[in-house]
């Protein structure tokens, strides 16, 4: 058996061009943000504190690295919390029971944008708190 007959039996396969699918797979990932932002509280928090981010990487004047660190934080996180998001909701397509199996899949998929959150908010406090002291004249 080829790839291509095994590949047939295990994901449906958007048809067109490779434009028309690329334009597809676009719209579908615009569709996944748009309901994280709609379902998913986390996200709206996640974003809350990324125009905060950003609002103070301006106010502040950061430097370019320091901006890539924000903006590696900000997108990190968000695609983290996708991926949660995602695992979550395959878990709950397959079982509806409660399961020690399950349970540990979700904690530990959460635990990963925890991790990256605390991460980026000791990285933030090392860049906007000397700043925020020059400000205040400490």
Excluded: Q
Excluded at 10 to 22: A, D, I, N, P, V
Excluded at 40 to 50: D, F, G, L, V, Y
């Amino acid at each position: 058996m080829g790839l291509k007959e095994k590949s047939d039996g295990l994901r449906k396969k958007e048809k067109g061009s490779s434009l028309e699918r690329y334009a597809s797979s676009f719209k579908h990932a615009i569709e996944g943000f748009i309901y994280a932002l709609r379902y998913e509280h986390n996200m709206i928090i996640i974003i809350t504190c990324a125009i905060i981010a950003v609002v103070c990487g301006f106010v502040f004047k950061i430097e370019e690295a320091e901006w890539l660190f924000v903006l590696t934080m900000i997108g990190t996180i968000s695609a983290v919390e996708m991926v949660n998001s995602s695992i979550e909701a395959a878990i709950d397509l397959t079982t509806t029971e409660i399961h020690p199996l399950a349970k540990i899949a979700k904690d530990t998929a959460s635990s990963a944008t925890l991790i990256l959150c605390i991460t980026s908010l000791i990285g933030g406090l090392i860049i906007f708190i000397p700043k925020i002291m020059v400000l205040i004249g400490g």
